[in-house]
Structures are given as structure tokens and as C-alpha cells.
């Protein structure tokens, strides 16, 4: 597709269950982020993925928190025994390359609400 | 540690006046980047524009127009001629050197532009 792509948009879940969040990066693109927005709040960084191995996961908060790219292009952010406190706007965004020449253009996000 | 400061929470302007959105940034990197994006109600990220930190030229694009000064660590944006359509949430973001874009956002900044 033309751009980042997120799924599912809206998620609801109950406190404990397991959730798990896809994003599709623009074609071509090696760089790919997670981050996590707070109503009110800018967006956190939570990990990055350059090619299929996480080169940064220090903003994952906890080890509930994981996120894979088997093939270097999709990425799953998998949250497990989810806590009311995860509600957020999970965002992806993804770069042609690394380092602040390139910018990260970011999907529409998916708003997780856990009940 | 990198920090970006955006002190103005909501500005409201009627449309066509100008308005400024303030950014500050802290950073020990001697080469960095700082961004802006916009948020629109539909929660996608939108890249509006892109500075290294050895370029102090200031930048207008239509209706937009950035100042950088490095002296006071500041990066701020201003809309000339403001629209109904400008109405959203702005971040101020800033990368360091270390090789790959994980942005350091600020807090936003919510316009709202009134007919």
C-alpha cells in the first residue's frame, strides 16, 4: 500500500487477555517503530526493528510487552495479561533508513482499550 | 537525556490571524534533527518538516514557516493566515546522532482554528 497500514483500528479487550496489534510499513522500507500515545500526551517510543532483529527495545515497559518481524517487512506488537493502564493509541511508523535524515512516516494507529 | 518542551497546551485563533507554536529542546548531541508533525482528528502522524542541526536557515513552505536558533534551543512554527483546516495537534520532535530516527516527542501543542 501507499502508506503505513494498522490493524485492527480499535481493539477492546478485558484486563488479562492477550492482544496483538499488526502493522504493514510502506513497501521497501527497512526501518520499522513502535510507539505508544497516551490521551493528551506525544507519542513513546517502545522498539525498533532494523531488517527482521530489534535493534532498540528499551521503551518496551515491561515483559508483557513483545514484538516481532519474522520477514522484515510486518510487524507484530503482542501485549499479554493486559492491564487497564496499556489503554492507548498504539502507532506504527516505518523509514526508508535509519538516523533523523529520513524522517518515520507513521500509520493511523490502533486505539486499544482495555476494560 | 534529550527532552523536547512545548509550553503552549492549546492556543485558539480565529481564522487568518497568524500563530506561533513554541518548541525547546534539550540535547548533548552535537548533531541531531528536529521535526514537526501534525495530528489531525483522524490520528495520523502527518511529517511537515524535517532540520539538521547545522542548518539554521529558517524555511517557509506556503503558509508555513520555521524558525530554528540554535542559541536558544529552539525550533518554533508559525501559520500565517490561519484556516479552519489547520485545526490539530502539533509535536515538535527531536532525534539524536546515534544512528537511527527514534524520535524524542514533545507533549503537543492543539490548535484551534475558529471561522
Known amino acids: 500500500g501507499a502508506g503505513v497500514s494498522q490493524t485492527p483500528s480499535n481493539k477492546v479487550t478485558e484486563k488479562g487477555k492477550y492482544v496483538e496489534l499488526r502493522c504493514d510499513p510502506i513497501?521497501?522500507?527497512?526501518?520499522l517503530y513502535w510507539y505508544r500515545q497516551s490521551l493528551g500526551q506525544g507519542p513513546e517510543f517502545l522498539i525498533y526493528?532494523?531488517?527482521?532483529?530489534?535493534?532498540?527495545d528499551s521503551g518496551l515497559p515491561n515483559d508483557r510487552f513483545f514484538a516481532v518481524r519474522p520477514e522484515g517487512s510486518v510487524s507484530t506488537l503482542k501485549i499479554q495479561r493486559t492491564e487497564r493502564g496499556d489503554s492507548a493509541v498504539y502507532l506504527c511508523?516505518?523509514?526508508?533508513?535509519?538516523?533523523?535524515?529520513?524522517?518515520?512516516?507513521f500509520g493511523q494507529g490502533t486505539r486499544l482499550t482495555v476494560v | 537525556a534529550q527532552k523536547v518542551t512545548q509550553a503552549q497546551t492549546e492556543i485558539s485563533v480565529v481564522e487568518k490571524e497568524d500563530v506561533t507554536l513554541d518548541c525547546v529542546y534539550e540535547?548533548?548531541?552535537?548533531?541531531?534533527?528536529l521535526f514537526w508533525y501534525k495530528q489531525p482528528p483522524s490520528g495520523e502522524l502527518v511529517f511537515l518538516i524535517r532540520?539538521?542541526?547545522?542548518?539554521?536557515q529558517n524555511e517557509i513552505s506556503g503558509r508555513y514557516s520555521w524558525n530554528f536558533q540554535k542559541s536558544t534551543s529552539s525550533f518554533n512554527f508559525t501559520i500565517t493566515a490561519s484556516q479552519v483546516v489547520d485545526s490539530a495537534v502539533y509535536f515538535c520532535?527531536?532525534?539524536?546522532?546515534?544512528?537511527?530516527?527514534?524520535?524524542?516527542f514533545g507533549a503537543g501543542t492543539r490548535l484551534a482554528v475558529h471561522p
Open positions: 526493528f532494523q531488517g527482521t532483529g530489534a535493534a532498540d
Open positions: 532540520r539538521n542541526s547545522f542548518d539554521e
Open positions: 520532535a527531536l532525534t539524536g546522532s546515534g544512528g537511527y530516527n527514534k524520535l524524542i
Open positions: 513497501s521497501g522500507h527497512t526501518a
Open positions: 540535547t548533548r548531541d552535537t548533531t541531531y534533527y
Open positions: 511508523a516505518s523509514s526508508p533508513g535509519t538516523g533523523g535524515l529520513y524522517g518515520a512516516f
